[in-house]
Structures are given as C-alpha cells and as structure tokens.
C-alpha cells in the first residue's frame, strides 16, 4: 500500500519530543498525506511512478507531487483504505521536518497514527510539541493580546502536553476543550507564534515534576483552590484574591432561571422534595465559591455540598460558581443568580494574565502569581520515546518580588 511505503520513505523526527493527539474518531475517516518526491525511493508492486518531467526541459526539478487523499475505515480487526483491507489494525506515517498531513477535513503538521477501536478509527495527530502549540496557543487565548499573557499561555501549555505524554496510552491528549484545544494549521498567528518560540522549552515544574498548570478564562477577583472544587489539596493551587481579573465580558454577571428548570436540575442531583420553594447557597469557600447549597421544598429540605453544590450552580447555566442564589422559586418566580468570572477559577485567569501584562509584568511574574512556589525549567529533549525530562529549574518570582516591583499583590 502506497501508505504503507510513505511510513517507510519519509521517517521520523528524531531528537524532538512529539506528542499524540486524538484529533478525530469516527466509522471512517478521511487522510490527505503527502506523496514521496520522484526520487524518494518505490518499493516494486506499490503503484507508486515517477512524476513526469516536463516535455523540453529534461534538466527541469519535476513538479511537487499532489497529496494523496485516503478513506480509512474499519473491516474486523484491521483498518481498510479506500476500502481494501491493509491488513494491520494500525498505521503510521510519522512526522519528518515540514511536514502536514489532513485528518477528518483539518490540516495538522507533523504525522499520522490511525487506529482501529472498537469499530471505529482513530485519527491520532503526531507532532513536534512546539508546533503543537502553534494550534493550541491562539485557540485558547486571543492573538492579540500582550505578549507576556501569550507567553504566560504557551508555557502552561507546554506543561499541561508535557505532563501527559505516557508512551504506555495510545495517545497522550485530544483536541477539545476536556483536554485543551488544540486547531492545527489553521489556528496559527504570528503573535503566537513569537510567544511559542520566545519561551521554547520552558514548563512549569514542582518537586522535579511537570506542574498541574490549570487555567480558566476568568477567576471573578478570586482564584479557588484545587480542594474546594476537586477535593484535591496542590500546595501551589491555591484561593488568592486576584484584582488583575476585571474587565472581562463575563467580570460579573447576572442570570434568571425558571422555576422548571431549577426543579429539573434539582431532579439531576437526586433532591427529592417536591416542588421547590427556596434554593440558597449556605455556605461558600474562602474565595465565595458555593460549598453548600440548601434545597427546600414542600416535602422537605435537602443539603447538596462540595462539588455537587459548585456542579449544581452550573448546570443551571452558570458561567462560575461564584455566585449567590437569591428570592424564592416557584412558578412565575424565577431563581436570580447572581456572579463573578468564568469557568473553575483553579490556577491561571486568562483575564488575569492580561491584566498583569497591560501592567508590564513579564510571563515568569505572572506564572509565579498564579503558581506560586513553583519553577521553571526546560524540557530536556533528546531522542528516544519516553516521558520528558527537565533541566535548569529556577524557582518563579514568589507573590511578595511582585508586590515589591509595585504590583500590589497583598
């Protein structure tokens, strides 16, 4: 199969650290790769010729071929393309310098794992992690914004890959927003581009280790803590006040919700009490996150604590948990909730990371806000398929560098 050649004609990257990221799944899949030049060579019995020379100009460099577009599918056990089986479960065309390939109608650099699972295909996108970042960085952050915040982006970015390469998995992340999002070629800008290349390298790390750098698009004024939202305590994931954090088209925000829909999502969270009459948050964290919500009906009164208070606020259609619920519910009645911010507020605000850079701060001082005690270090890239290593660790300016440089960080 000429696929099968083109794994063997265009090798593989060595000497860069690659990740694996599930880009597309389906019944089958649509690939477009490149085919080998004229001089790369043909093994017998693949079907492969040479380009054509143009007539009269015998001395002439031959057109550049044209990519080859393959359906891949699943028959059994094995993957087929363009229909015929191609006799293994898995196929490879890795990664060589400059190289892109197409997977489900979006083009990625780098190379392609395709996988039969289950009766599906799993188009899996191989590439540098640099250029990785290149789809990720301005998917998740807008190009136009400072490049410190950019810069601030591409690390954590870089950490969040990095501290998930597992050589053991088929792959190491995906593409959507349950990992981070990640667009491929077309997503590329020039700002994020510098930022990527004015920070190559560089994670941040804790205890020798790749850092857990989550991130929301905005803290509210507050960042929380991992133990108040996931119940697990990171010493460098902590509740902050975060006055960088304003400005944001969801700084604070305002929201109605009718009586069904609140008994409806009530229902979602096994509170049986008959038709509601009151919903209070009874109890928030230290940065004003719901802890515990109190449910009363005409059949009684239930408590939802934790997390499920935090997941109950919401699924009402919540843009954060920091918030309060006010006034009665009931028919007519709608529930007023009433907050601050976007998403879980745990480590980085990207709202925040603006506000410390219009503020002159370099990406080192805002990661070292928003993880403080924390390092950075550089991935140690070598050749070889492992988890990365890292070298040259310096610890990350700490809250009270900032607050001398005259940030104002108490």
Same mark, same amino acid.
């Given at each position: 199969?000429?696929?099968?050649?083109?794994?063997?004609?265009?090798?593989?990257?060595?000497?860069?650290?690659?990740v694996?990221?599930?880009?597309?799944?389906?019944?089958?899949?649509?690939?477009?790769?490149?085919?080998?030049?004229?001089?790369?060579?043909?093994?017998? /019995?693949?079907? *492969? @010729?040479?380009?054509?020379?143009?007539? &009269?100009? =015998?001395?002439?460099?031959? $057109? +550049?071929?044209?990519? %080859?577009?393959?359906?891949?599918?699943v028959? /059994?056990a094995? *993957? @087929?393309?363009?229909?015929?089986?191609? &006799?293994? =479960?898995?196929?490879?065309l $890795? +990664?060589s310098?400059? %190289?892109?390939?197409?997977?489900?109608?979006?083009?990625?650099?780098?190379?392609?794992?395709?996988?039969?699972?289950?009766?599906?295909?799993?188009?899996?996108?191989?590439?540098?992690?640099?250029?990785?970042?290149?789809?990720?960085?301005?998917?998740?952050?807008?190009s136009?914004?400072?490049?410190?915040a950019?810069?601030?982006?591409?690390v954590i970015?870089?950490?969040?890959v990095?501290a998930?390469?597992?050589?053991?998995?088929p792959?190491?992340?995906?593409?959507?927003?349950?990992c981070?999002?990640?667009?491929?070629?077309?997503?590329?800008?020039?700002?994020?581009?510098?930022?990527?290349?004015?920070?190559?390298g560089?994670?941040?790390?804790?205890?020798?280790r790749?850092?857990?750098?989550?991130?929301?698009?905005?803290s509210?004024?507050?960042?929380?803590?991992?133990?108040?939202?996931?119940?697990?305590?990171?010493?460098?994931?902590?509740?902050?006040?975060?006055?960088?954090?304003?400005?944001?088209?969801?700084?604070?925000?305002?929201?109605?919700?009718?009586?069904?829909?609140?008994?409806?999502?009530?229902?979602?969270?096994?509170?049986?009490?008959?038709?509601?009459?009151?919903?209070r948050?009874?109890?928030?964290?230290?940065?004003?996150?719901?802890?515990?919500?109190?449910?009363t009906?005409?059949?009684?009164?239930?408590?939802?604590?934790?997390?499920?208070?935090?997941?109950?606020?919401r699924?009402?259609?919540?843009?954060?948990?920091?918030?309060?619920?006010?006034?009665?519910?009931?028919?007519?009645t709608?529930?007023?909730?009433?907050?601050?911010?976007?998403?879980?507020?745990?480590?980085?605000?990207?709202?925040?990371?603006?506000?410390?850079?219009r503020?002159?701060?370099?990406?080192?001082?805002?990661l070292?806000?928003?993880?403080?005690?924390?390092?950075?270090g550089?991935?140690a890239?070598?050749?070889?398929?492992?988890?990365?290593?890292?070298?040259?660790?310096?610890?990350?300016?700490?809250p009270?560098?900032?607050?001398?440089?005259?940030?104002?960080?108490?």
């Amino acid at each position: 199969m000429r696929f099968l050649m083109l794994a063997l004609a265009l090798g593989s990257g060595a000497g860069a650290l690659n990740v694996r990221v599930l880009v597309a799944s389906g019944p089958q899949l649509g690939v477009r790769v490149p085919t080998p030049a004229p001089a790369d060579p043909v093994p017998p /019995g693949l079907g *492969l @010729t040479p380009t054509t020379p143009v007539p &009269g100009a =015998p001395d002439a460099t031959p $057109p +550049p071929p044209s990519p %080859s577009l393959w359906t891949v599918g699943v028959r /059994g056990a094995n *993957l @087929t393309l363009n229909g015929a089986d191609a &006799g293994s =479960p898995s196929l490879y065309l $890795p +990664p060589s310098p400059g %190289s892109v390939v197409e997977i489900g109608g979006r083009t990625y650099r780098g190379g392609v794992l395709l996988r039969a699972e289950r009766g599906t295909v799993q188009g899996i996108n191989v590439v540098d992690v640099e250029d990785y970042l290149r789809g990720v960085v301005p998917a998740e952050m807008p190009s136009t914004w400072p490049a410190a915040a950019l810069a601030a982006q591409a690390v954590i970015a870089r950490t969040y890959v990095a501290a998930r390469v597992n050589p053991a998995l088929p792959y190491d992340t995906c593409a959507t927003e349950t990992c981070q999002v990640y667009r491929g070629v077309t997503a590329e800008r020039a700002n994020a581009d510098a930022a990527i290349r004015a920070t190559a390298g560089e994670v941040v790390a804790y205890d020798g280790r790749p850092a857990s750098t989550y991130f929301s698009s905005d803290s509210g004024g507050f960042t929380a803590s991992s133990a108040e939202v996931w119940g697990r305590d990171v010493p460098y994931l902590i509740a902050r006040a975060d006055p960088y954090s304003v400005g944001g088209p969801r700084s604070r925000w305002r929201l109605e919700v009718g009586a069904a829909r609140v008994q409806e999502v009530a229902a979602r969270y096994g509170v049986g009490v008959g038709p509601l009459a009151s919903v209070r948050v009874t109890r928030a964290s230290v940065s004003g996150r719901a802890q515990e919500i109190t449910l009363t009906g005409t059949g009684g009164t239930a408590l939802l604590s934790g997390a499920n208070a935090g997941g109950f606020i919401r699924s009402l259609g919540a843009a954060s948990s920091r918030a309060t619920l006010s006034g009665p519910v009931g028919p007519g009645t709608p529930l007023v909730v009433e907050g601050f911010g976007a998403g879980h507020g745990v480590g980085l605000s990207q709202y925040g990371a603006l506000g410390l850079a219009r503020q002159g701060m370099t990406h080192p001082q805002i990661l070292g806000f928003y993880y403080p005690g924390t390092s950075l270090g550089l991935l140690a890239r070598g050749p070889g398929v492992g988890r990365p290593s890292f070298a040259g660790l310096r610890p990350l300016p700490s809250p009270a560098v900032l607050a001398r440089s005259g940030s104002h960080v108490e």
